[in-house]
Structure formats: structure tokens, C-alpha cells
């Protein structure tokens, strides 16, 4: 068990539709990370929240946007789905900002059609 | 920006013969090293880290990985593998300083395939 768990595993949308896939991190992390992985890829960093603050981002749009909640939750939401983001996202928690280390998920393996 | 460069796409292997994933990275300045293990369908399991002290680290089912700052290169070793090291191995860089800290940078991935 990794104490990162994503939702949904799987998922389904259509070109120009909205998504958001969940993240449940381990008590006390404080640090969660979202990558998205396309097929045949390592992983690409979209951002990082820190105590419910985004504090880095990638080379991502704005339409990719994020939320950190207190009970270590989070989301990723992505608006305006194009083809291209179908990938698998992954979230990923740390104890601090430093990363001695992610815990990863699972992940949620997005197609867009 | 930093990068990583996993040399090979894909290592096949005969089980119980060594083997070693290469990977470079692109600065030299501190960084903190990371290899990742994917299996199918599933998620980054963490295999070994760097972040300081000896060059050599080792992680618990048998894989050594060895910094070496002058070459800028964290190669991944197993002196015999095990059919069951099958999955896609994934090297990363971390910048523990400034407006990346925390950030990870991946390469793109080595499959290792046992054969029995």
C-alpha cells in the first residue's frame, strides 16, 4: 500500500470538457506534486502545493489549475480537455518542500477522444 | 532546467545475469538523485535516493545505484536479476535550491525485461 490513493483509475472524456481527478496523501504530508505521464514518457512536473499554496509549476497552461485542502487532499482540474492530455496523472506526497523522497499514486489514466 | 538522460530505451536480460541502467544527468552542481520502479498499471515505487554522503546506495532487494558527480551519471546495477525486476525503470533529479525546489525531472524510462 502506498498511502497515496487516486481517483477515479480510469476515466473518459470528450474533447473541450472539464475534468478533475482526486488525490488522498498520507496524514502529514504536506507537499503534494501532480505529473502527468504520456504514453511512452517519464513524467512531466505540472506543480506543486505546499500547505495548500501552489509553490512551483511546470510547463503547463492555465487551464491546468489545482487545489490542496487541509485534510491533505487535492485535486487537479483541467479545463478545455484537448486530445493531447490523455495521459496517466499521477500525484505525488512528500512530508516537506524538499522531497527526500514522493510517495506516488497509482494515478488516473485520462483519454480524451 | 535540469535533464536526464536514460541511455537505453530497453534492456533485455536472461534471468540471474547482471545488469546496469544508465542514466545521466545534466548539471553539476548538488542535486539530489533518484530511480524509480514502475510496474504495469501501477504507479512510481521509490527504489533508491542520493541526497548526500557515500556515493554508493543500495535499496533492499539487491540494486545498487553509484553517484558520481565528475561524470554526472547515478548508474543503476544488480548483480543477478530475477524475472520479477520486470517493469520500467524511471532515473530522476531533484534541484533542492530556489524556485525548483521539490520538483522532480525524469528521464524517459528504461524497460527491463527478464528472460527466464
Known amino acids: 500500500e502506498t498511502g497515496v490513493t487516486q481517483s477515479p483509475t480510469h476515466l473518459i472524456k470528450t474533447r473541450g470538457q472539464q475534468v478533475t481527478l482526486r488525490c488522498s496523501s498520507q496524514?502529514?504530508?504536506?507537499?503534494v506534486s501532480w505529473y502527468q505521464q504520456a504514453l511512452g514518457q517519464g513524467p512531466q512536473f505540472i506543480f506543486q502545493?505546499?500547505?495548500?499554496?501552489?509553490?512551483g509549476r511546470g510547463n503547463f497552461p492555465p487551464r491546468f489549475s489545482g487545489l490542496q485542502f487541509p485534510n491533505y487532499s487535492s485535486e487537479l482540474n483541467v479545463n478545455a480537455l484537448e486530445l493531447d492530455d490523455s495521459a496517466l496523472y499521477l500525484c505525488?506526497?512528500?512530508?516537506?518542500?524538499?522531497?527526500?523522497?514522493?510517495?506516488f499514486g497509482s494515478g488516473t489514466r485520462l483519454t480524451v477522444v | 532546467a535540469q535533464s536526464v538522460t536514460q541511455l537505453d530505451s530497453q534492456v533485455p536480460v536472461f534471468e540471474e545475469a547482471p545488469v546496469e541502467l544508465r542514466c545521466n544527468y545534466s548539471?553539476?552542481?548538488?542535486?539530489?538523485l533518484f530511480w524509480y520502479v514502475q510496474y504495469p498499471n501501477q504507479g512510481l515505487q521509490l527504489l533508491l535516493k542520493?541526497?548526500?554522503?557515500?556515493?554508493l546506495v543500495e535499496s533492499i532487494n539487491g540494486f545498487e545505484a553509484e553517484f558520481n558527480k565528475s561524470q554526472t551519471s547515478f548508474h543503476l546495477r544488480k548483480p543477478s536479476v530475477h524475472i520479477s525486476d520486470t517493469a520500467e525503470y524511471f532515473c530522476?533529479?531533484?534541484?533542492?535550491?530556489?524556485?525548483?525546489?521539490?520538483?522532480?525531472?525524469f528521464g524517459r524510462g528504461t524497460q527491463l525485461t527478464v528472460w527466464p
Open positions: 505525488a506526497s512528500s512530508f516537506d518542500e524538499l522531497n527526500y523522497g514522493y510517495t
Open positions: 496524514s502529514g504530508h504536506n507537499t
Open positions: 502545493y505546499y500547505r495548500e499554496e501552489e509553490n
Open positions: 548539471s553539476s552542481v548538488s542535486v539530489y
Open positions: 542520493y541526497l548526500s554522503g557515500s556515493t
Open positions: 530522476a533529479v531533484s534541484d533542492p535550491r530556489g524556485s525548483t525546489l521539490g520538483r522532480l525531472y
